[in-house]
C-alpha cells in the first residue's frame, strides 16, 4: 500500500523539550511538505523540500528545524524555541512535475504539557 | 496578494440540501485550484481541482464554479449527505512552484 505515514500520532511534550515527528513516504515523491493546523488558520506551511538535501523555509518556520537525507523521509524538529508548539501537525508528499497535487498523511497532534 | 480567503468559516444544511463554499484570491499567477476534503484526526484528501482555462468542473455531487474574471472559485455539494460532513478547505498555487495557498476551511455539517 503506498502512502505517508506519520508517527506517532499523538506526543506529548515537556516545556522546554524538543521533539520530533517522524514522515515516511513510499509513493516515490519528489517533493514534501511539512504544514501546521490550528483551528480557524488553515493550513500553515512550515518547511518543503523539493529534492534530497535541500529544503526552504515556509511561512512559519521559526522554532522548526528539519532534513531531508532520504527521498523518502522528512522528520521535524519543534524545537523549544516555537513559542506555541500545540498543533496538529501535517506532511505531505507530492509527485514530480508539477508539484501541485498533495497527499497527506494522518497528521500528529502534538500537545506541550 | 498570497492570501486565498474563503468564506463561510461553518455551514449548516439539511440531507438534500447544496451547500456552497467560496473562495477569493489577488495573485492573477495562481492557475491551480484545488479542494480538499478532511474528517476529524484525518489529513486532507484532494476532493477536486480546476485550471482556469474552464468555468465548471463536475465530479460525481461535487462541482466547481470558477469566475476568472472576479478571482472567485466556489465549490457546491449537490444532494449533500451526512457522510460529507467534514471541513472542506480551497487552495491555490502558480505554475513552477511547489506551493499550495490555503484558505482557512469550512466546517461543514449535513443533518439528517
Known amino acids: 500500500d503506498g502512502g505517508i505515514t506519520q508517527s506517532p500520532k499523538y506526543l506529548f511534550r515537556k516545556e522546554g523539550q524538543n521533539v520530533t515527528l517522524s514522515c515516511e513516504q513510499n509513493?516515490?515523491?519528489?517533493?514534501m511538505y511539512w504544514y501546521r493546523q490550528d483551528p480557524g488558520q488553515g493550513l500553515r506551511l512550515i518547511y518543503y523540500?523539493?529534492?534530497?538535501?535541500?529544503?526552504q523555509k515556509g511561512d512559519i518556520a521559526e522554532g522548526y528545524s528539519v532534513s531531508r537525507e532520504k527521498k523518502e523521509s522528512f522528520p521535524l524538529t519543534v524545537t523549544s524555541a516555537q513559542k506555541n508548539p500545540t498543533a496538529f501537525y501535517l506532511c505531505?508528499?507530492?509527485?514530480?512535475?508539477?508539484?501541485?497535487?498533495?497527499?497527506f498523511g494522518q497528521g500528529t497532534r502534538l500537545t506541550v504539557v | 496578494q498570497q492570501q486565498v480567503k474563503q468564506s463561510p468559516q461553518s455551514l449548516i444544511v439539511q440531507k438534500g440540501g447544496i451547500p456552497i463554499i467560496n473562495c477569493a484570491y489577488e495573485n492573477t499567477a495562481f492557475d491551480y485550484f484545488p479542494w480538499y476534503q478532511q474528517f476529524p484526526g484525518k489529513g486532507p484528501a484532494l476532493l477536486i481541482a480546476i485550471r482556469p482555462d474552464v468555468s465548471e468542473k463536475k465530479e460525481g455531487r461535487f462541482t466547481i464554479s470558477f469566475n476568472k474574471s472576479a478571482k472567485q472559485f466556489s465549490l457546491h455539494i449537490m444532494d449533500s449527505q451526512p457522510g460529507d460532513s467534514a471541513t472542506y478547505f480551497c487552495a491555490a498555487s502558480r505554475y513552477n512552484t511547489d506551493k499550495l495557498i490555503f484558505g482557512t476551511g469550512t466546517r461543514l455539517q449535513v443533518f439528517p
Open positions: 509513493l516515490n515523491h519528489d517533493a
Open positions: 523540500s523539493q529534492i534530497v538535501n535541500d529544503f
Open positions: 505531505a508528499s507530492s509527485p514530480p512535475g508539477t508539484g501541485r497535487e498533495a497527499f
